[in-house]
């Protein structure tokens, strides 16, 4: 895959991909995402133990999904300037799980790709799957660092799983998007580009990806 040369609206969107996979991830240009900071649940070498759910995770049974949808409500009549800020409140109640032992290790597979230890995040991210299999973020968040370890098919499969949790996972969508350019489906790409503008209609360097796409395959059909 490419680690050098990245067009930079696809750099764009997957700063999206990463502000809602980690805090603070590194991009394969080099550069770092910001991102929300992911819930804390205790000190970051504290052990994980089981506990009880204090709530339900976003997307779970009982969640407050009213919440989401008012969100979601707001983004799509965002304008450019308040996107960003709705898409992060969107990703914040996402990363909430209901457990503090698993928004420890959510939070322990950010702190490990922001410092590029991408084999340590696969380990927390699978910790957090294997004790949480419902909570989208886990998947969401290993096929992130799947992707920076240079491993597209674990990290597309992964983000198949995320989707399928949550499909308006707009974050997921457009690592999605990302990779088939990489393999060279822009048809697949554009049409994952224009689900989430569907969804944002401003999301950060979408639509400027989806017009260069749709001039590549305009220009390829003469």
Same mark, same amino acid.
Request: overall charge negative; aromatic content about 4%; hydrophobic content about 45%.
């Given at each position: 895959?490419?680690?050098?040369?990245?067009n930079?609206?696809?750099?764009?969107?997957?700063?999206?991909?990463?502000?809602?996979?980690?805090?603070q991830?590194?991009?394969?240009?080099?550069?770092? +995402? $910001? !991102?929300f900071?992911?819930?804390?649940?205790?000190a970051?070498? @504290?052990?994980?133990?089981?506990d009880a759910? *204090?709530? &339900? +995770? $976003? !997307?779970?049974?009982?969640?407050d999904?009213?919440?989401?949808d @008012?969100?979601?409500?707001?983004?799509?009549d *965002?304008d &450019?300037?308040?996107?960003p800020?709705?898409?992060?409140?969107?990703?914040?109640m996402?990363?909430?799980?209901?457990?503090?032992?698993?928004?420890?290790?959510l939070?322990?597979?950010?702190?490990?790709?922001a410092a590029?230890?991408?084999?340590?995040?696969?380990q927390?991210?699978?910790?957090?799957?294997?004790?949480?299999?419902?909570?989208?973020e886990?998947?969401?968040?290993?096929a992130?660092a799947f992707?920076?370890?240079?491993?597209?098919?674990?990290?597309l499969?992964d983000?198949q799983?995320?989707?399928?949790?949550?499909?308006?996972?707009f974050g997921?969508?457009s690592g999605?998007?990302v990779?088939?350019?990489?393999?060279d489906?822009?048809?697949?790409?554009?049409?994952?580009?224009?689900?989430?503008l569907?969804i944002?209609?401003?999301?950060?360097?979408v639509?400027?990806a989806?017009?260069r796409l749709?001039?590549?395959?305009?220009?390829?059909a003469?």
């Open positions: 895959m490419r680690r050098s040369g990245i930079p609206f696809v750099t764009a969107v997957a700063l999206l991909w990463a502000t809602c996979g980690a805090a991830v590194p991009m394969p240009d080099g550069g770092t +995402a $910001p !991102g900071e992911v819930p804390q649940g205790g970051p070498d @504290a052990p994980v133990t089981d759910p *204090a709530t &339900p +995770a $976003p !997307g779970a049974p009982g969640a999904a009213a919440a989401l @008012a969100l979601f409500a707001e983004l799509a *965002a &450019p300037e308040a996107t800020g709705i898409q992060n409140r969107i990703a914040e996402w990363s909430r799980s209901g457990s503090t032992a698993m928004d420890l290790l939070r322990r597979g950010a702190d490990a790709m590029g230890d991408t084999p340590l995040a696969i927390h991210y699978s910790a957090l799957i294997d004790h949480a299999p419902e909570f989208a886990g998947y969401n968040g290993r992130t992707y920076l370890a240079g491993q597209i098919g674990p990290s499969a983000i799983t995320t989707l399928a949790l949550n499909p308006r996972h997921a969508m999605l998007a990779i088939l350019e990489e393999l489906r822009p048809e697949d790409a554009l049409e994952v580009y224009d689900r989430i569907g944002a209609p401003h999301a950060e360097g639509a400027d989806a017009r749709t001039v590549t395959l305009d220009g390829l003469l």
